[in-house]
């Protein structure tokens, strides 16, 4: 289950009163740094960027590829630990703008993450250290340290477990 906590609106939908749950001007300076990092090429000046004027909390050597699409609204509730990889155009959401209700969750990702392209990761969820996220996947869930999970919806294709036991006979993983 996502951690998340909603917020009921009556009337119109609840992204009508967008600007009821988040200023105008954040909007609009979190859009223009996002649209700058997305093609910035140099992967330590991007972190500084998210670090400094988004105010997410990202881990030592994390790499952001071209185009990741990060939440507009509320980015700060974001947290990438050291060493992650997130994947071409993946779009990480920590809000979601529903008829009757919005929700907000925090997102961790943990250490040594590789999460592959165009990936969509839904707020409120936990993303364990060592985790592989396949390519195109929807994370709507947590996602168990040193698993690897794909699909849409997604499941869990080798456990932690299975995942070791794959890597103890493969040469790349062997080291000398």
């Not at 998340?4 to 740094?33: C, D, E, M, Q």
């Not at 998210?50 to 050597?61: T, V």
């Not at 409120?124 to 040193?146: E, Q, Y």
């Amino acid at each position: 289950m996502r951690r998340t906590t909603r917020y009921p609106v009556s009337g119109a939908n609840s992204l009508w009163h967008v600007y009821k749950t988040v200023p105008f001007l954040k909007v609009i300076k979190n859009f223009i740094v996002i649209q700058l990092a997305r093609y910035m090429p140099f992967l330590r000046c991007k972190n500084w960027m998210y670090r400094n004027f988004l105010r997410m909390k990202i881990g030592d050597q994390t790499s952001f590829a071209l185009m990741v699409m990060l939440d507009i609204m509320f980015p700060e509730k974001i947290k990438i630990g050291k060493n992650s990889v997130i994947g071409y155009n993946t779009t990480i959401l920590a809000h979601e703008y529903l008829i009757e209700e919005y929700r907000l969750g925090e997102i961790e990702i943990g250490d040594e993450v590789m999460i592959g392209a165009n990936t969509t990761i839904l707020p409120g969820v936990k993303i364990g250290d060592g985790a592989i996220i396949s390519a195109g996947t929807l994370v709507h869930k947590d996602v168990p340290a040193g698993s690897f999970v794909g699909g849409n919806p997604m499941a869990i294709i080798y456990s932690a477990a299975e995942m070791k036991e794959r890597k103890k006979n493969n040469p790349v993983y062997i080291l000398e």
